[in-house]
């Protein structure tokens, strides 16, 4: 079993910066791949970003050199730097760890972007 707690999202002006932090615990060892993923209303849910353990990175073309993705494997944590935000950025994100054939998922923290 995981447990994952996000926390950091809230309301920002366009142009602002957050950042989102995820922490992991229960009996998996932290060696597994974690994401972020957001979710605007009507919109289907869209991977944003992943790291592996050994800190390789994939993003969403559109975030790219936008948001930074890491992880501290000593603390169980996974960070999203958001940066140069924008109304299209508004959205429930989500931190998921996949543990074998196991999803995992915390329950979501709201950013908005908004002036």
């Known amino acids: 079993q995981v447990q994952l707690v996000e926390s950091g999202g809230g309301l920002v002006q366009p142009g602002g910066s957050l950042r989102l932090s995820c922490v992991a615990s229960g009996s998996a060892s932290f060696m597994y791949p974690m994401g972020w993923y957001r979710q605007a209303p009507g919109k289907q849910r869209e991977l944003v970003a992943t790291?592996?353990?050994?800190?390789?990175?994939n993003y969403l073309d559109s975030v790219k050199g936008q948001f930074t993705i890491s992880r501290d494997n000593a603390k169980n944590t996974v960070s999203l730097q958001m940066n140069n935000l924008q109304a299209e950025d508004t959205a429930v994100y989500s931190c998921n760890a996949q543990v074998g054939s196991v999803g995992y998922w915390g329950q979501g923290t709201q950013v908005t972007v908004s002036s």
């Open positions: 790291i592996t353990r050994g800190r390789y990175t």
